[in-house]
């Protein structure tokens, strides 16, 4: 059976808060108790002693050291202290013989009372008594039905010689009930106020556990719908305490979940798209050429078509593939020593052709020297591949794109600015998500599916460094990112083939005049051709560089 957190919280509290009742009880009443009981002793012990104070006072010495108690006057202060103090006095002589009791006295007061019989101390015991003490517990030879706390003590008086001589003794008798009746009443009392403290205690416990466990079954709750797909839940925040922290940190979960599954739908209706537009494409011209329906002489062009289709259908797949890399924590760095303006520089120039057709100024770049920084040139080449192709994309015609390099002892930071409609403000903060993109109806990438800078910030941490963005929306655009200039081999393979480049010089190509000939285009397209295969990370996915006009980038 389900036993709640409510209930149980609320069971071990009232358990806890009954047993430390039940032990403080018990010790109260202990010591109270003995309290009393010495209490109870110390003053029979005291009035004992007043009344052989007193009897040794009222001793008359005779002849032959004979002695007389006046007994009428004892009479009185026997009756007077057995009344005040609740307790039975016997005033005995050397030998243990009673002489005045308060029986005798009431005997003499009402002959026909049932009077014990007078008492005979024995000898023992008038022996402790006369030395100066005597306590125990008993029935007075049977004189009482139960026990009694009995006290002696000697009557002390002068003698002719001027000596102190004890010449009897004083008992004192006390009811044990009395501290029966004050250990029951004692009892009742804190069961009374233990009650009542319990009832106040189970309300306080029962509203707190109440309101401790509440939000938690609220939790529950709204799990129990994202388990069902339903994000919107959100639990109440009443408190700023753990339990508080707990609940924001929960919405907030929820908020980020909510986020991720909007994401995922959309990445999975982008990716839908994607694949299947190629695809259909694809199918469309082969059929065509298959049928016939699409002539000899135009199959050529159809097939470049399929051709860049297919090429498009493969840089999604490498997409995905990154991402698994990234999620499973497989990508690694690749090090070496290598120029981070050159690097710039050549991508800058796959873009020269969409740079001319929109007249946009590059700035920064005319006074850059050699900047030689450790880290794996290829996926650094992807970072500044998406960064540019973004500037470029979204550059206004007649805009500029500003690319400044600076440096520390230990770190290198590279920022890319451009003109243009930038980033929303509100939209700011997500631009590194995975799967987001900005608004669509004012994107002009419509076919990216929010990859590319999720990866580039990938890349960036990957290499000990991080990457920032701002923006005002209208004007511009601006990402900031830095590098440290070395990086310790962790998390990177250091192949065989990654040898350190030597510091070579470099031309700047905007140093040089604008126009470039034929033969130097084609020397630089030739270089272009003859450097190995890498990966590229746009804005939208990763592409292979490619070989050939016909399998650019547009």
């Known amino acids: 059976m389900k ?15 009954v047993v430390s009742f039940l032990f403080l009880g018990t010790v109260m009443i202990v010591f109270i108790a003995r309290y009393f009981q010495s209490e109870k002793q110390a003053q029979l012990t005291q009035n004992a002693k007043s009344m052989a104070s007193i009897a040794g006072q009222s001793v008359v010495m005779m002849q032959d050291n004979q002695y007389l108690l006046d007994g009428s006057r004892m009479a009185l202060f026997i009756k007077a202290f057995s009344d005040n103090v609740d307790a039975d006095f016997f005033l005995v002589d050397q030998s243990g013989a009673e002489m005045l009791s308060t029986y005798s006295i009431e005997e003499d007061e009402n002959p026909n009372a049932d009077i014990k019989s007078r008492q005979n101390i024995s000898a023992e015991t008038m022996q402790q008594a006369l030395s100066g003490y ?28 001027g000596q102190q001589v004890a010449i009897g003794a004083v008992f004192a008798a006390s009811d044990l009930k009395v501290l029966d009746v004050f250990r029951s009443e004692t009892i009742k009392m804190f069961l009374l106020a233990a009650i009542a403290a319990f009832m106040v205690s189970f309300c306080i416990v ?7 466990a509440k939000p938690l079954r609220e939790m529950a709750i709204a799990a129990k719908h994202f388990g069902e797909g339903d994000f919107s839940v959100r639990v109440p925040v009443g408190s700023q305490d753990e339990i508080g922290e707990l609940s924001s940190a929960f919405n907030q979960m929820a908020e980020t979940l909510a986020a991720g599954e909007s994401m995922r739908r959309n990445f999975i209706a982008n990716t839908s798209h994607e694949l299947k537009t190629p695809m259909t494409t694809i199918a469309g011209f082969v059929d065509g050429i298959l049928d016939g329906t699409i002539p000899e002489e135009k199959r050529n062009h159809y097939l470049k078509i399929v051709s860049q289709e297919v090429k498009r259908l493969s840089r999604l797949v490498k997409t995905m593939l990154d991402l698994s890399k990234i999620d499973s924590g497989e990508m690694k760095l690749r090090l070496t020593r290598f120029d981070l303006s050159n690097t710039i520089f050549v991508t800058l120039l796959s873009f020269e052709k969409a740079i001319e057709d929109k ?5 920064g770049l005319e006074t850059a020297s050699s900047l030689f920084v450790d880290g794996d040139p290829d996926m650094i080449h992807q970072v500044l591949y998406n960064l540019l192709e973004n500037a470029v994309k979204f550059t206004n015609v007649g805009g500029y794109i500003d690319i400044r390099l600076a440096e520390t002892n230990d770190r290198v930071t590279v920022t890319i600015k451009n003109s243009g409609p930038g980033i929303p403000a509100d939209e700011v903060a997500m631009i590194f998500d995975r799967f987001y993109k900005t608004d669509k109806s004012r994107s002009q990438d419509k076919n990216g599916m929010g990859l590319g800078l999720y990866i580039v910030r990938t890349i960036i941490r990957l290499h000990g460094g991080d990457i920032c963005v701002s923006s005002v929306e209208n004007e511009f655009c601006q990402f900031e990112f830095c590098l440290p200039k070395k990086i310790k081999e962790t998390n990177c393979d250091k192949g065989k083939d990654n040898k350190e480049q030597k510091d070579t010089k470099w ?7 604008n126009k470039q000939t034929k033969t130097e285009k084609k020397a630089k397209k030739k270089e272009e051709d003859s450097t190995p295969e890498v990966i590229e990370v746009t804005d939208v996915e990763i592409v292979e560089k490619p070989k050939d006009d016909d399998a650019a980038l547009h």
Do not use: Q
Not at 135 to 160: D, F, K
Not at 206 to 212: C, P
């Open 134 to 161: 005597f306590s125990a517990t008993g029935t007075m030879n049977g004189l009482y039905e139960s026990n009694y706390y009995i006290i002696g003590v000697p009557i002390v008086t002068t003698n002719s010689s």
């Open 3 to 17: 036993k709640s957190l409510f209930k149980k919280y609320l069971s071990v509290t009232s358990i806890i808060i």
């Open 206 to 212: 029962w509203t707190f556990s109440y309101k401790l």
């Open 359 to 363: 007249k946009i100024e590059i700035r």
């Open 507 to 513: 031309s700047n190509p905007l140093k040089n005049d």
